[in-house]
């Protein structure tokens, strides 16, 4: 029985949410280990209050653990503690050279070489694409099944555990945050607002949709009588601006903008007060997913079976184009065929699904929405085979 577990993922946003379920799980399974996790700070509200975790440890791997020397010393600071299982879920050479020389009696999970030779388990990791070379060229082959399943393989196959506690993502938020996003929310929106959330950034150009479509959509449920809530980090200040110029109720104020003004635990807890998120395929998706909020989401470039939406209520629309997923984070298409993958998921197929989800859900904030346990694989709208139906 292992006493003390330190589990790896120094990953984006998005990646650490994925991550979160193999928490509840080892809590689970070892109900009496000090565990622990290691992540990157910029992400320590995902994950600081964690009721399955005994520690957080944070790396500033931007910044001040950002040099060789650095690393080194972070290494004897885990080394000091005295972990004698370690579960690297990152497979890059930083976390794999941490989980290497972590001095833990027992190390699995996925490695880059070299380091592999320190771990007592490597473990694929088939929800992550694979450029293959055939020939001359370069074949992009995107992952298998989702990444939570392939976390969980993990702990089947490196560690014999059979009971996979899956209770989706979760994330905790402190109750100053609740106090503190309840009055924001209220200083905002009417008590009667149904509020939409809106993420329209991503880490890649190739996952946005347009913004002229967010506007539209922002329009009309403006008409509807919904209001609109920009989110996003500092990062997507210019692209909201953008696409709120493109709104015919710019100046409505049933539109209000929180992009750059947030911490990741705020908005957790502003989307507890939404109906509905529409977004691309990004950290805050996941985030949202953690909350149990009904999420629509577009996906151009992204590979759907490794990272969509992980809750049944969720719905991901796939782009009819042929060259998806390509996996590549700017469009090579030129002229009108540039970003033709998200070009080509319109508006009203978009708003088609988001009255489908505000019809079921939408009297309710997501707060107040039931979590169904173990119900965690999203509807996928592919537009090839939806339109020939008449979608």
């Excluded at 833990?104 to 450029?131: E, T, W």
């Excluded at 403006?222 to 200040?237: K, T, V, W």
Aim: contains cysteine; aromatic residues 8%; proline residues 4%.
């Amino acid at each position: 029985m292992y006493k003390k577990i330190l589990v790896i993922n120094m990953s984006q946003l998005g990646d650490l949410m994925l991550t979160t379920p193999v928490l509840r799980a080892l809590r689970t399974n070892y109900p009496d280990a000090h565990l622990a996790i290691l992540a990157d700070k910029r992400w320590s509200d995902l994950v600081q209050h964690n009721k399955h975790i005994n520690e957080c440890l944070l790396m500033d791997k931007k910044a001040a653990d950002k040099h060789f020397t650095n690393l080194i010393k972070f290494i004897f600071e885990i080394r000091s503690k005295n972990f004698d299982l370690v579960i690297n879920l990152h497979r890059n050479e930083r976390a794999s050279a941490i989980a290497a020389f972590s001095g833990a009696a027992k190390i699995v999970g996925y490695a880059k070489p070299g380091f592999s030779l320190f771990f007592d388990k490597v473990m694929p990791n088939p929800s992550i694409a694979r450029h293959i070379k055939k020939g001359l060229k370069t074949e992009y082959v995107p992952g298998s099944q989702h990444q939570v399943k392939s976390h969980f393989d993990v702990l089947r196959e490196a560690l014999g555990i059979t009971n996979i506690d899956d209770g989706g993502l979760e994330m905790w938020i402190p109750q100053e945050t609740e106090t503190e996003m309840a009055r924001m929310f209220s200083d905002n929106f009417a008590v009667d607002d149904k509020v939409i959330a809106f993420n329209i950034g991503a880490s890649w150009e190739t996952k946005r949709w347009l913004d002229s479509y967010f506007a539209e959509c922002a329009d009309r449920l403006i008409d509807e009588g919904y209001a609109i809530a920009f989110l996003g980090g500092s990062m997507d200040i210019e692209i909201v601006n953008a696409c709120i110029a493109n709104m015919k109720h710019r100046d409505s104020d049933k539109v209000k903008i929180f992009t750059g003004k947030l911490t990741l635990a705020q908005v957790a807890a502003l989307l507890d007060r939404c109906v509905l998120f529409l977004t691309t395929d990004s950290g805050p998706m996941h985030i949202g997913v953690a909350r149990n909020i009904p999420v629509v989401t577009m996906f151009g470039a992204s590979p759907v079976p490794g990272f969509y939406p992980y809750d049944s209520k969720d719905i991901l629309i796939q782009t009819p184009e042929p060259c998806h997923p390509c996996g590549q984070h700017t469009c090579p298409r030129q002229g009108e065929e540039n970003m033709a993958c998200m070009k080509k998921i319109p508006v009203d197929i978009v708003m088609k699904y988001v009255h489908e989800l505000l019809n079921e859900y939408g009297t309710r904030q997501a707060k107040d929405i039931k979590r169904n346990y173990g119900q965690y694989k999203c509807r996928v709208i592919s537009l090839k085979k939806s339109t020939a139906k008449g979608d």
